[in-house]
């Protein structure tokens, strides 16, 4: 199993410009998180999804939409990107059912200049 | 939700246990403690968790106070592979799992 898999690792955009950052998982979770990661601080969640076709903001939703049209795949949207969102994001998959525990991906470090 | 306290960072010697404190006095019944590592930039790694009792597995101990309003997490045998931030962070639901500043410990040889 690969895991969760996460492009593109590296990213640098424009004032305004759009992106998606991509996220699949091969382990069958129904549950999968957006994180972000500003530097020297902790985790902050994004946006989250119980299953293919729903999806629920975090703690900081603004300027991002996501979507999970499967149940491997959960890519996020970003809009207008602004210098704010240059962060690094993580996503994450789980078990419903499951110990809490998340496996994540190695993480996209995204520039926004 | 309950808020965590952790110390800012910790020194350990290689091959001493490391112990890291975490308050969460706010806890409530249902909220397990959830422990977390990050290596470098890697994503987060789960370690750990638990509720009343103390829990063991082959990464580490959680020692839960009597009244679940502190915890400590005990690598027994600290490596310079253990040196990252460790997260401490209650758990009501799996689906809004945050992280705080965390304990960044450094293991020395």
């Known amino acids: 199993n690969a895991g969760v898999t996460q492009t593109p690792k590296f990213r640098i955009l424009k004032i305004g410009q759009s992106m998606t950052l991509q996220c699949a998982q091969d382990?069958?979770?129904?549950?999968m998180y957006w994180y972000r990661q500003d530097p020297g601080m902790g985790l902050k969640l994004i946006y989250y999804s119980v299953g293919a076709g729903i999806t629920d903001k975090g703690e900081v939703p603004n300027g991002y939409n996501v979507s999970r049209s499967t149940t491997e795949d959960f890519p996020l949207r970003l809009e207008l990107a602004a210098p704010s969102q240059t962060s690094v994001y993580f996503c994450a998959s789980s078990y419903p059912s499951g110990n809490g525990e998340l496996f994540f991906g190695e993480g996209s470090r995204l520039t926004v200049l | 939700d309950a808020k965590t306290t952790q110390p800012p960072s910790m020194d350990c010697a290689e091959g001493r246990a490391a112990n890291l404190p975490c308050n969460h006095s706010t806890i409530s019944g249902n909220e397990y403690v959830y422990w977390y590592r990050q290596i470098h930039s890697q994503g987060p790694q789960y370690i750990i968790h638990?509720?009343?009792n103390n829990e063991t597995n082959e990464m580490a101990s959680l020692i839960i106070t009597e009244d679940r309003k502190s915890s400590t997490l005990i690598l027994p045998h600290a490596t310079l592979r253990d040196t990252a931030v460790y997260y401490c962070?209650?758990?009501?639901?799996?689906?809004?799992?945050?992280f705080g500043g965390g304990t960044r410990l450094m293991v020395k040889p």
């Open positions: 962070t209650p758990l009501k639901k799996v689906d809004m799992l945050t």
């Open positions: 382990m069958n979770h129904n549950y």
């Open positions: 638990g509720l009343k």
